[in-house]
T-cell receptor
Framework: GNSVTQMEGPVTLSEEAFLTINCTYT??????LFWYVQYPGEGLQLLLK?????DKGSNKGFEATYRKETTSFHLEKGSVQVSDSAVYFC????????????FGSGTRLQVQP | NAGVTQTPKFQVLKTGQSMTLQCAQD?????MSWYRQDPGMGLRLIHY???????DQGEVPNGYNVSRSTTEDFPLRLLSAAPSQTSVYFC????????????FGQGTRLTVV
């Protein structure tokens, strides 16, 4: 069945370090891919998305590329800031009947000054 | 711009009590959904609606009811609360077109004792 495997956290980095959060999925077809971010005490908000193979989504310095061959959508940022501390969710739309997001378990990122 | 508004933010219930979690959106979105967030499990879909008068079950619907009498409102009812329903609940809304962004409320933290 459909599933999402996301890098376990917590991830602790120093400010200006390079960030990678891995995400792979198992699905039939080619789902649209999303990264959502949840800042402390808030709901989720869209960070970036990619809707077809080789698309690159980007926002706020974060990037992720739709890799059809490896069914992956890894999140990267070249230089993290303290304000990036949050929980990050990889969430493809694989349940096309319900149009529902299928969420990974979330990766907590803590950036230290 | 209110977006998606959930009430209450926090709630404590005794086992067997019933209650309704409120969700309202002011973006004229057709699609609305309820998720629960449990530690280490990401978010799981409870119920969803593709428009007023139309609702359907998600991944974990047992113990919950929904209705959609207007485009704006999508309340979630717990019929007889159980400790297993202790969770954080998120309401989300979006347009029904493909690849559209979901907007989330700030969540309701529910504890059943």
């Amino acid at each position: 069945g459909n599933s999402v495997t996301q890098m376990e956290g917590p991830v602790t980095l120093s400010e200006e370090a390079f960030l990678t959060i891995n995400c792979t999925y198992t699905a039939t077809g080619y789902p649209s891919l999303f990264w959502y971010v949840q800042y402390p005490g808030e709901g989720l908000q869209l960070l970036l998305k990619a809707t077809k193979a080789d698309d690159k989504g980007s926002n706020k310095g974060f990037e992720a590329t739709y890799r059809k061959e490896t069914t992956s959508f890894h999140l990267e940022k070249g230089s993290v800031q303290v304000s990036d501390s949050a929980v990050y969710f990889c969430a493809p739309i694989m349940d096309t009947g319900r149009r529902a997001l299928t969420f990974g378990s979330g990766t907590r990122l803590q950036v230290q000054p | 711009n209110a977006g998606v508004t959930q009430t209450p933010k926090f709630q404590v219930l005794k086992t067997g009590q019933s209650m309704t979690l409120q969700c309202a959106q002011d973006m004229n979105h057709e699609y609305m959904s309820w998720y629960r967030q449990d530690p280490g499990m990401g978010l799981r879909l409870i119920h969803y609606s593709v428009g007023a008068g139309i609702t359907d079950q998600g991944e974990v619907p047992n113990g919950y009811n929904v209705s959609r009498s207007t485009t704006e409102d999508f309340p979630l009812r717990l019929l007889s609360a159980a400790p297993s329903q202790t969770s954080v609940y998120f309401c989300a809304s979006s347009y029904t077109g493909p690849n559209t962004e979901a907007f989330f409320g700030q969540g309701t933290r529910l504890t059943v004792v």
